[in-house]
């Protein structure tokens, strides 16, 4: 076989591995809520996620096309990145994916797999070959602003929500009817990922087919592409999510349905719209600012400022320490050709099985499994509802 072909090969594999990944892990995002509440059962909610991750996945193209044709300069008056590049910055992506779960650290698979891109391309072609105004207008912007826009957005709801139903306040079930409507909110939140998360995945295997003339610069992803991502997705979700939504539902009991409601709802609008202008988001921050956003947005809410702080220091390490390992990747890639590919392919999937092996000696508990989105339910302290106060008999019988 074809050098060129084989490493091509391989590039697509590793990237519908990580696009597995993405799914196994980002159900939680929006199912964990539901399955904490009551609302759907595990089983029904993954299989629910799965297959609208899939459709998800066919309505836009527009984020995979800011990855293949927007971060790394391609064409005329840019460079051509080659496959070995991108294979290293998928190796850095997913190992540390790996590093950052088994630390319980929250991190974005989405400013992982950017990070390690943006270091691997460093490396082979310096600078030049970042545009840094896209990096700038549709990765760093929409990471600051996506998980603010939507934690405003849920904390305006909850208000709303708790202001309407104010007859409620006190009752252990905490507005129950909202239960139901989670359904249809952490099912949107579902499909908004599938427009969002599986694209990337699309856009580095469009990446990789231009890089070695497959295909022209400056279109989008085939028919193909487009499939086996979205299938690749939507096993993950259906697969592995089941598991840790499983296990991470028992961190958001304290979110009770009209909160849940109210961030579903502010995440999936959130990231619909930045799928329609290309921004590349991360679905884990426009979620756990949601989160936030409607525990503040409950009477009696009060920030944990240091938990909050850990939260943001995972999101603030993600890229540059995923570009760092890319980078080291791309050296060895870079220099050794085939060889080279070969080396971070038995060292990256030495680093994962070690990773996965070394995360076995703990006992699996709430502590050690937790999510993004229900650590960023704790940073939110919440005093109990008060009971609405009685009218006294005068006032009723003057209205």
Same mark, same amino acid.
């Given at each position: ?48 996620? *799965?297959? !609208?991750?899939?459709?998800? /996945?066919? &309505?836009?193209?527009?984020? =995979?096309?800011? +990855?293949?044709? $927007? %971060?790394? @300069? ?68 929409? *990471?600051? !602003?996506?998980?603010?826009? /939507?934690? &405003?957005?849920?904390?305006? =709801?909850?208000? +709303?929500?708790? $202001? %309407?139903? @104010? ?233």
């Amino acid at each position: 076989m074809d050098p060129t072909l084989l490493i091509v090969v391989l590039v697509i594999v590793l990237a519908l591995f990580f696009d597995f990944t993405n799914g196994f892990h980002d159900t939680a995002n929006a199912m964990a809520t539901p399955i904490a509440t009551g609302a759907m059962r595990p089983k029904v909610a993954v299989a629910v996620a *799965a297959v !609208l991750n899939l459709v998800g /996945a066919f &309505l836009s193209t527009e984020v =995979a096309k800011t +990855i293949s044709g $927007g %971060i790394i @300069r391609e064409g005329d008056g840019g460079v051509l990145i080659t496959p070995e590049l991108i294979f290293a910055g998928l190796i850095g992506a997913i190992v540390w994916n790996m590093f950052t779960w088994l630390l319980g650290l929250p991190s974005s698979s989405s400013h992982a797999l950017f990070g390690g891109l943006i270091g691997a391309a460093l490396v082979g072609f310096g600078v030049a070959a970042i545009d840094f105004g896209v990096v700038l207008s549709k990765v760093i912007l929409p *990471a600051i !602003l996506a998980p603010l826009t /939507a934690g &405003l957005i849920a904390y305006t =709801a909850t208000k +709303i929500a708790y $202001g %309407i139903t @104010r007859r409620y306040d006190g009752k252990p079930d905490g507005r129950g009817g909202f239960r139901f409507a989670q359904i249809f909110s952490s099912s949107l939140v579902a499909l908004a990922h599938g427009t969002n998360d599986a694209q990337k995945t699309m856009g580095v295997i469009t990446l990789t087919l231009i890089a070695v003339g497959f295909q022209a610069v400056g279109t989008g992803p085939e028919f193909w592409v487009v499939v086996v991502c979205a299938v690749a997705i939507a096993l993950g979700t259906y697969m592995g999510g089941w598991r840790i939504i499983k296990t991470l539902g028992t961190g958001l009991t304290d979110v009770k349905p009209a909160q849940g409601f109210a961030a579903e709802t502010s995440t999936a609008a959130t990231i619909l719209a930045s799928s329609h202008l290309g921004f590349a988001l991360s679905t884990t921050q426009v979620a756990s600012g949601s989160v936030i956003g409607s525990g503040l947005g409950r009477r009696g809410s009060k920030v944990r400022w240091r938990t909050a702080g850990r939260i943001g220091i995972g999101w603030l390490l993600t890229l540059p320490s995923a570009a760092a390992v890319g980078a080291a990747a791309a050296l060895v890639a870079h220099n050794f050709g085939f060889v080279g590919i070969v080396i971070d392919a038995i060292v990256g999937v030495g680093i994962i099985v070690f990773i996965f092996l070394w995360s076995r000696r703990d006992a699996v508990n709430p502590h050690n499994v937790i999510s993004e989105v229900a650590d960023s339910g704790l940073a939110v302290k919440i005093k109990r509802n008060p009971k609405p106060k009685r009218e006294s008999r005068t006032k009723k019988v003057q209205k």
